[in-house]
Structure formats: C-alpha cells, structure tokens
C-alpha cells in the first residue's frame, strides 16, 4: 500500500538515507574536491530560500529575532533570517471571529443544529430568576503583538471573560426586562463590560458584537413566562392602537374646532356689520324725518304696507285740502290696467 511519500513502502523513508543518496549523486557528478564546497553552498541556499514567506490579504506579519519582536510586515512577499534565527507569526488582524457562549453548533446545515451547554447559559437575574441566555460575541485582532504573546490563549480568556460580563449584567437587570424590552440594553452592556475586562488582560482584542440569540426561563416555567411575554405584547399593541387613535382623532378634533370658530367669528362679524348697516339707515331716517315728518311717515307707512302685504294691489285714497282726491298707486309693482282704470273712476266720482 502506497504511502503519502510515493515509495510504496508502509514506513516513512529515513532521511539520512535520502541525505546521503543526494550526496553520492553529486559526488559521481562532479570532481572530488569540488564535492564539499557545492554541497555547501546549496545548503546554505535552501536555507535562506526558506526564509521566503507570504503575508495574505487579511494577516500581518509578525517577526522575531531570538524570541525578541523586531518589526511587523504588511500583505506582501516577504523575507527573513531563516529559523532558528527568526520566526514569523501571521496572525489575521481583519476578519471578524465568533464566539458561541450558552450553545455550540454542531451542524452548520441547513438546518443548522445546535446543542445547549447549560452551565454556560444558566443565569440569575436582579430579582431572584433563573433565566438560560445564550449569545454570540464577534470580535477581530486590534492588536497582534499582544495577542500572540500577552495571554496563553486569548480565544479561552474572550470565553471566559464574557461569560463572567454577561452574567454581571444579567444580575443587575430583572427578568421581565431580558425576556421583553431590555435585550438592547443587555447587549450594550455587556458588549462595554467585556472590552473593559479584555484590555485590561492586554489580550489584543476588540469585541464588535454582542448579540443575544435565545433568552428563555428555564423548562418548567416557561409556559408561565410566556404567558407573560404574550401579556406584554397585548398591552404594547394596544397603547399603539391607542396612540394611533389619538393621533387620528385629535387633529381631526383640532380641525373641526379651529371650523367653528372661524365660522363663529365670520358670524359675529356678519351681525356687528348688519347692526352698523341698521343704525346707519336709521340715522338717516332719522336725519330725513327730522326735516319732513309727515312725508317721512307718510312713506314708512307705505314701505311697511308693501313689507306686509306684498302680493295685494293697494289702492290709498287721500282727500286734499280742497275736496281733491290724490290716488297712492302700488310702489312695489306696476299697475295693471284694472287698478288703474278703478283709481281713475274712483279720482272722478270724488
């Protein structure tokens, strides 16, 4: 059975053997004193040619001479003093990583398939609950010396670190707010706490996200809280039905009102102009009966004929001074000829 080497032996090949297969090659090949020199010189040159190392699009190089940092080197090719001289670390300093805190997943899918870890979830809150929440926190490299060489191992203190966050927040807040409204407020928190506790371990990290993904009390009540939470969404729906209808209702209330009383004051203007219209005529009856009375009463008493009986032909008789008769005809409307020829009989009998 063929191995990954290609020789078809069931054992890896001795690399002394192959050392020397190659320097008895060289050996039949070129003189005897040649010999040491040449190989020498190729090994040297394999030794530098592995200095030759390449910095991806996402990493930055780290270099060290001795154990000791010298400098950092950006996406490229590169080289450097071979080992054991100097190493160089690439860590990737864009990319954003996650971290599963309360759950794992085990199958990406889809479906993805998760698995709980309880005793990373189990929580207790301000009020005495118990309260299982699991979160991701995403978080990238700001820093790759003190990430490579601050803590052991940076991915276990970010675990550790932000359970012991969450929890310290999740403690100070009850369980009504981190099954309901309170969420946002969590992950703010604990998103702040973490990176608190972070730089002060120096571990290079910065967190970009804290995100709940699941906030449930623990099995056995959890039909109770839901019927909470179903509660607290009723209420919310109707303080938005409510406020919908007020601001329906109330600019329409406020149009209506603003209606009446512009009508309200085109009326009031309306009547103070017709009472100024009436005194205004009166004083000019006034001023005109002040100069003829009897002619002034005379014509209100036929206007006022006319006013109440409009549709009558009316016919006044007056006698003068001397036995003549003075025939008022109708002023309203024109006369017809039986009213006239009536007024006329009537002129001559008198």
């Known amino acids: 059975m063929a191995n990954d080497f290609g020789n078809g032996s069931a054992h890896p090949p001795d690399p002394n053997r192959i050392i020397q297969e190659a320097f008895d090659s060289i050996s039949q090949r070129f003189p005897s004193g040649v010999v040491g020199p040449l190989a020498l010189l190729v090994v040297v040159a394999l030794w530098m040619a592995g200095g ?82 699991d979160f991701i926190v995403q978080y990238r490299i700001k820093d790759p010396i003190d990430f490579l060489f601050k803590v052991l191992d940076p991915q276990e203190t970010l675990r550790d670190s932000a359970e012991s966050a969450m929890r310290e927040v999740v403690g100070s807040t009850t369980i009504d707010d981190a099954l309901t409204e309170g969420r946002l407020e969590i992950q703010t928190r604990a998103q702040a706490q973490l990176q608190e506790i972070l730089d002060s371990y120096q571990t290079g990290l910065q967190v970009t996200t804290v995100k709940l993904q699941d906030v449930t009390p623990p099995g056995p009540v959890q039909d109770a809280f839901k019927d909470v939470i179903n509660a607290e969404q009723d209420r919310e729906r109707v303080i938005n039905e409510s406020e919908g209808f007020a601001n329906d209702i109330i600019p329409k209330a406020r149009g209506t009102a603003a209606r009446l009383v ?51 032909n009316k016919i006044i008789i007056q006698g003068g001074a001397a036995g003549d008769v003075v025939p008022l005809l109708d002023l309203g409307s024109a006369m017809t000829g039986t009213g006239a020829a009536a007024a006329a009989a009537t002129e001559q009998t008198k």
């Open 52 to 133: 030759l190392y390449q910095v991806g699009p996402s990493e930055v190089g780290v270099v060290m001479r001795f154990g000791a940092v010298t400098h950092t080197t950006p996406p490229g090719l590169h080289w450097h003093l071979p080992w054991p001289i100097e190493r160089v670390y690439k860590p990737a300093v864009t990319r954003v990583f996650k971290e599963e805190i309360g759950f794992r997943t085990f199958a990406i899918g889809p479906p993805a398939r998760y698995r709980d870890v309880t005793e990373e979830a189990r929580m207790l809150t301000a009020d005495g609950n118990i309260v299982e929440l």
């Open 262 to 312: 512009n009508e309200a004051e085109g009326y009031a203007a309306a009547v103070v102009k017709d009472a100024e219209g009436a005194a205004k005529r009166f004083e000019l009856v006034h001023a005109a009966y002040a100069k003829a009375p009897e002619v002034t009463r005379q014509r209100m008493y036929i206007e006022a004929l006319e006013e109440v009986l409009p549709e009558i």
